[in-house]
């Protein structure tokens, strides 16, 4: 496969194959690729993590578990976005931006 695919082609590849389990390296060389090329396009995409570990990327921060019940009854009840949660439960902290 010379010609170049585009982004949707190639996630649909990768999410085929993972899902089928085939060997990293039958998926790496139908898209034209390296291995280390697909294992970071399918980390990205999210196909290699537990639902767990992906949420926690997306966040940008881990959840402890003895906090998680805390966190969401913030996060439902409260109304709290995300990263304000994460501040009040000490999870982050809170971080100056270049703008203020």
Same mark, same amino acid.
């Given at each position: 496969? @010379?010609?170049?695919? @585009?982004?949707?082609?190639?996630?649909?590849?990768?999410?085929? $194959?993972?899902?089928? @389990?085939?060997p990293?390296?039958?998926?790496?060389a139908?898209? $034209?690729?390296?291995?280390?090329?697909?294992?970071?396009?399918?980390?990205?995409?999210?196909?290699?993590?537990?639902?767990?570990?992906?949420?926690?990327?997306?966040?940008?921060?881990?959840?402890?578990?003895?906090?998680? =019940?805390?966190?969401?009854?913030?996060?439902?009840?409260?109304?709290?976005?995300?990263?304000?949660?994460?501040?009040i439960? $000490?999870?982050?902290?809170? =971080?100056?931006? $270049? @703008?203020?």
């Open positions: 496969m @010379n010609a170049k695919l @585009n982004s949707e082609a190639r996630r649909k590849i990768i999410l085929d $194959g993972y899902v089928n @389990n085939e990293l390296k039958d998926i790496a139908r898209i $034209g690729c390296s291995l280390a090329s697909l294992k970071v396009t399918a980390s990205k995409i999210g196909c290699t993590r537990t639902p767990k570990e992906a949420a926690d990327f997306r966040r940008g921060f881990h959840i402890p578990e003895n906090k998680r =019940q805390d966190y969401y009854q913030l996060m439902n009840i409260g109304q709290y976005k995300a990263r304000e949660c994460a501040e439960l $000490g999870l982050l902290t809170v =971080q100056s931006s $270049g @703008n203020e």
